[in-house]
């Protein structure tokens, strides 16, 4: 049997799944900010006409699905299989927004890694043979994360300078068997890193050596460097998360600075926007993947993009029992050309 595994934890996809369609929807914010003109839907009302913050990511969610089927010339009856998931509690983001949709769904939870989880976990399902059109889906709400994480608004709590800001938004990506492309030709999976941070407001240190550890997985299982790639990209870890990767490369020898940026610092203007660190949340890796990264590999502006999600692991039962934040990262490699 021919396998597809390589090296300790990473995957090359003998039948490379081809992206269909993406798309992307956020917020207010996210529309005032440097990537305002690639995405698909930017709403003025942040709770998207629904009475919660909890409804308005379900709906955020509806319409990232909606929009992205359309884009694709397809129904939800042609979706074989759909990946998705969010910050909240059991998933309700994602749970709510599919329910009466027939659309075979598998629920996951990788915090703000889970736009990569469900691209590398849809990559396999039809490189395997096992669908031949599948799905996958994510998003987050700055206020719907920070009632359940933090504190509520109204507290009127003071952030911290490390603190980074939810993305109010949702990312929908369609895959295919076969394409014009791009296409996910390779991932790999991260394992859970936890160097004892135990502060909340602090994921970006919280996540790096995650980011880190796996960057340097893939480059060795399959005997890459940062040129390689046009553009390593990670998911959230802010500005202060960024420079912690960059510096932990740099004392191996590796610089990949010229090749590297994160969605947190890439999403914002964080000179203008008042987001401290930068962004965060689900939707921060898959509005900027959706909305800006395919868009630039569309244009061959870019040809070779490596994506690793990254998540912090943590939840409000944790925190309040003294836990420190364990993380993960999982890579995606994204090119043009199918070889």
Same mark, same amino acid.
């Given at each position: 049997? #021919? #396998? ?37 839907? &930017? ?28 884009? +694709? ?7 074989? &299989? ?13 749970? *709510? ?18 736009? %990569? ?17 599948? %799905? ?10 920070? $009632? ?10 003071? $952030? ?5 800001? #939810? ?37 970006? %240190?919280?996540? +790096? ?13 399959? @005997?890459? %460097? ?32 010229? $090749? ?14 008042? &987001? ?8 921060? @890796? ?5 909305? *800006? ?19 912090? !692991? !943590?939840?409000?039962?944790? #925190? ?15 090119? @043009?050309?199918?070889?």
């Amino acid at each position: 049997m #021919t #396998t597809q595994h390589r090296g300790r934890q990473s995957i090359c996809f003998a039948s490379p799944p081809s992206i269909k369609a993406a798309a992307s929807v956020v917020g207010k914010k996210e529309g005032e900010g440097p990537l305002k003109t690639y995405f698909d839907l &930017v709403s003025q009302d942040t709770k998207f006409a629904q009475s919660s913050w909890e409804k308005a990511e379900n709906q955020m969610q509806k319409l990232a699905l909606q929009t992205v089927l359309k884009k +694709a010339s397809l129904t939800n009856q042609d979706l074989d &299989v759909i990946f998705s998931g969010d910050l909240l509690n059991q998933c309700i983001g994602s749970n *709510f927004s599919l329910r009466g949709t027939g659309i075979p769904a598998l629920g996951l939870y990788g915090a703000c890694s889970t736009m %990569a989880e469900s691209l590398l976990m849809a990559s396999a399902a039809i490189s395997g043979g096992y669908a031949a059109c599948a %799905a996958a889906l994510t998003s987050s709400h700055f206020a719907s994360s920070e $009632r359940q994480y933090r504190f509520p608004l109204g507290y009127g709590g003071q $952030r911290t300078p490390t603190a980074q800001w #939810t993305v109010t938004g949702s990312g929908a990506i369609v895959l295919q068997a076969e394409g014009r492309g791009p296409y996910i030709t390779g991932a790999t999976v991260g394992t859970i890193v936890d160097k004892g941070i135990k502060d909340a407001n602090n994921m970006g %240190a919280a996540m +790096a050596p995650a980011a880190y550890e796996t960057i340097r997985a893939h480059f060795d299982d399959f @005997s890459l %460097a940062p040129e390689d790639y046009d553009l390593i990209v990670t998911g959230d870890l802010g500005k202060l998360g960024k420079e912690l990767v960059i510096e932990l490369f740099r004392r191996d020898g590796v610089s990949i600075a010229s $090749r590297y940026d994160d969605c947190g610092t890439m999403i914002y203007d964080l000179k203008k926007q008042d &987001v401290h660190c930068g962004g965060s949340g689900c939707g921060c @890796s898959a509005v900027v993947l959706c909305g *800006f990264l395919l868009r630039q590999m569309a244009l061959r502006k870019l040809n070779r993009v490596l994506f690793c999600g990254t998540g912090a !692991l !943590l939840s409000p039962v944790s #925190t309040q029992q003294g836990e420190s934040v364990p993380s993960v990262c999982h890579a995606v490699s994204i090119r @043009s050309e199918r070889s």
